[in-house]
Nanobody, 126 residues
Framework: QVQLVESGGGSVQAGGSLRLSCAASGYSYSSDFMGWFRQAPGKEREGVARIVRRSGNTYIADSVKGRFTISQDNAKNTVYLEMNSLKTEDTAVYYC???????????????????WGQGTQVTVST
């Protein structure tokens, strides 16, 4: 059983930065990649970033490209989301998830992610 625990959320002013962490346990060597998603009030959950465990290849959603970076420390079983130049529209609950390559699934197809963290709130104010 994989457990994912996010941390690092909080409140920040627009233009500021935050770094989210996702610590994985009970692992996860069965997982091919880790992703970050977010869900704002009244909106659907959307993919933000993904990193493939073995290769380190990353994919960043257009909405955050140039501002967010995903990285991993495999020795610590931890994935990070570095968020810079934050905007009010980045306000959301951020989730990390672990997934496996699935035929027909896109980068952020949620059916490819079988383990999810509990989420951490990020609030960006003016």
């Amino acid at each position: 059983q994989v457990q994912l625990v996010e941390s690092g959320g909080g409140s920040v002013q627009a233009g500021g930065s935050l770094r989210l962490s996702c610590a994985a346990s009970g692992y996860s060597y069965s997982s091919d990649f880790m992703g970050w998603f977010r869900q704002a009030p009244g909106k659907e959950r959307e993919g933000v970033a993904r990193i493939v465990r073995r290769s380190g290849n990353t994919y960043i959603a257009d909405s955050v490209k140039g501002r967010f970076t995903i990285s991993q420390d495999n020795a610590k079983n931890t994935v990070y989301l570095e968020m810079n130049s934050l905007k009010t529209e980045d306000t959301a609950v951020y989730y990390c998830a672990a997934g496996k390559f699935t035929p027909g699934a896109g980068v952020f197809s949620q059916n490819a992610y079988n383990y999810w963290g509990q989420g951490t709130q990020v609030t960006v104010s003016t």
